[in-house]
């Protein structure tokens, strides 16, 4: 990465001699969540990231160069088994996710720079109950995956009338498969 893509607070601290970084998540769900890779809690983009220190993990970010892409999925350990209604209740298929790439300040108490590395949405959610506690994995997908999923359209009366109400192009579709088809030949039989 250049310095333009960085951003010049954070290419700053990526070229001093001790760097702090921190790996931060959001998920645009009813209840936002906000998570970082520390302690405390940090602002940046007017939003409250909690610290998940230990308890999460972040997989890897799947796309490579060659345009493949995989996802990406968030882990959350040891969260109380209260909350399981509230995060069934959450989970919303297609919703914001991003991930952001940041430094903080020689006390850990201020973002000096963030960069955002990778924004798609949610499309997995799973909950699995220890008893007194949860773990939630939230996985999510970019647009380079949609790419590559094949578009399937069914030409039917149903479907066009859900895309433009009231149009009738495919009415007698249905009767125009049991219509016999004669060819030009030299006499012609009736069917």
């Known amino acids: 990465m250049s310095g333009r893509e960085l951003g010049e ?12 970084p921190f790996l931060a998540f959001d998920i645009d769900l009813p209840d936002p ?14 939003n409250e990231y909690v610290g998940y220190e230990g308890v999460a993990q972040v997989d890897t970010i799947g796309e490579g160069t060659d345009g493949r892409a995989t996802g990406v999925a968030v882990t959350l350990n040891r969260v109380p088994s209260e909350f399981r209604e509230d995060l069934a209740d959450q989970a919303v298929r297609g919703s914001l996710y991003r991930l952001h790439v940041g430094a903080l300040s020689e006390d ?20 699995t109950d220890g008893g007194e506690e949860l773990t939630v994995r ?20 149903e479907g066009q009338k859900r895309r433009f109400e009231g149009d009738r192009f495919f009415e007698y579709l249905p009767r125009l498969v049991e219509l016999p088809v004669i060819w030009a030949k030299k006499t012609q039989d009736p069917v």
């Open 9 to 20: 607070p954070l290419q700053g601290e990526v070229e001093a001699p001790s760097l702090r």
């Open 138 to 157: 939230a996985g999510g997908e970019s647009r380079a995956i949609d790419q590559r999923r094949p578009s399937i359209k069914r030409f039917s009366d």
């Open 33 to 46: 969540v906000f998570g970082f890779s520390g302690k405390g809690i940090i602002v940046f983009h007017g």
């Open 108 to 127: 850990y108490s201020a973002v000096i720079g963030v960069r955002k590395i990778w924004k798609g949405t949610l499309q997995s959610y799973e909950i």
